[in-house]
C-alpha cells in the first residue's frame, strides 16, 4: 500500500526567499512520485515527477525535487519564491505505471510575503 | 488540443437528491479518473474507467457509481445525497497512464 505525508500544512515565506516543501512516502513497491499545485478554483497542475530515471527531478517554473529512497522523501524546493507560487501544492504517489489512480498527501499551502 | 472539460462548473443540490457529472477527456485518452477533493479529508480517487470498463476503485459507499462511454467521455452519478458528499470532484484523464494525467477544473458540488 502506498501513502503519503506532506509535514506542515501551511509554509510562508518571502518573496525571493528558498521555498522547501516537504513530503515523506510510503510504498512496497518502487514508487512514481509527482507534485502538482493547485491554484485558487483550479484544478490539479503537474509540476513534476519522479518515474525512476534520474533522482534530481527539474519541473516547471524553476521547481525540482530530490528522490532520496533512503530517506523515502521527495522534498520540492525552489530557489526564490514569487509572489505568483502563492498555491495549495500536493505530493503524490502511485505504485503503477498503466493507472490514473494517485494517492495524494494533505497538501500545502504556500504563502509568499512581500 | 483541448483540456479535460468538467461540466457544470457548480451545482447546489438538497440531501436526498441525485446528481450527475459530467468529464470529457482530452482526445484520444482512453482512460477517465474522478476524484472528491474537500477540506477535511482532502484528494480521495474514487474510481477509474478505462475502455468503457471499471479498472481501479477507491473507497467509497455504492452511492458513487460512473460510467464511460466509448467516445471516452466519462459520468459520475451520486444518489442519495448526504451533506458530506459537498466538495469539488475533480476528472482527470490519461493516454499513457499514471505519467501522463491531466487534470480538469472540477465541479463544485454543495450539497443543502
Known amino acids: 500500500a502506498q501513502s503519503v505525508t506532506q509535514l506542515g500544512s501551511h509554509v510562508s515565506v518571502s518573496e525571493g526567499a528558498l521555498v522547501l516543501l516537504r513530503c515523506n512516502y510510503s510504498?512496497?513497491?518502487?514508487?512514481?512520485l509527482f507534485w502538482y499545485v493547485q491554484y485558487p478554483n483550479q484544478g490539479l497542475q503537474l509540476l513534476l515527477k519522479?518515474?525512476?530515471?534520474?533522482?534530481l527531478v527539474k519541473g516547471i517554473n524553476d521547481f525540482e525535487a530530490e528522490f532520496k529512497k533512503s530517506e523515502t522523501s521527495f522534498h520540492l524546493t525552489k530557489p526564490s519564491a514569487h509572489m505568483s507560487d502563492a498555491a495549495e501544492y500536493f505530493c503524490?504517489?502511485?505504485?503503477?505505471?498503466?493507472?490514473?489512480?494517485?494517492?495524494f498527501g494533505q497538501g500545502t499551502t504556500l504563502q509568499v510575503k512581500p | 488540443k483541448a483540456g479535460v472539460t468538467q461540466t457544470p462548473r457548480y451545482l447546489i443540490k438538497t440531501r436526498g437528491q441525485q446528481v450527475t457529472l459530467s468529464c470529457s477527456p482530452i482526445?484520444?485518452?482512453?482512460?477517465v479518473s474522478w476524484y472528491q477533493q474537500t477540506p477535511g479529508q482532502g484528494l480521495q480517487f474514487l474510481f477509474e474507467?478505462?475502455?468503457?470498463?471499471?479498472?481501479n476503485k477507491g473507497n467509497f459507499p455504492g452511492r458513487f457509481s460512473g460510467r464511460q462511454f466509448s467516445n471516452s467521455r466519462s459520468e459520475m452519478n451520486v444518489s442519495t445525497l448526504e451533506l458530506g458528499d459537498s466538495a469539488l470532484y475533480l476528472c482527470?484523464?490519461?493516454?499513457?497512464?499514471?505519467?501522463?494525467?491531466?487534470f480538469g477544473s472540477g465541479t463544485q458540488l454543495s450539497v443543502l
Open positions: 482527470a484523464s490519461s493516454g499513457q497512464g499514471i505519467e501522463k494525467l491531466f
Open positions: 510504498s512496497s513497491v518502487p514508487p512514481y
Open positions: 519522479y518515474t525512476s530515471a534520474a533522482t
Open positions: 503524490a504517489v502511485s505504485g503503477q505505471s498503466n493507472t490514473g489512480k494517485l494517492i
Open positions: 482526445s484520444g485518452h482512453r482512460s
Open positions: 474507467y478505462f475502455s468503457e470498463t471499471q479498472r
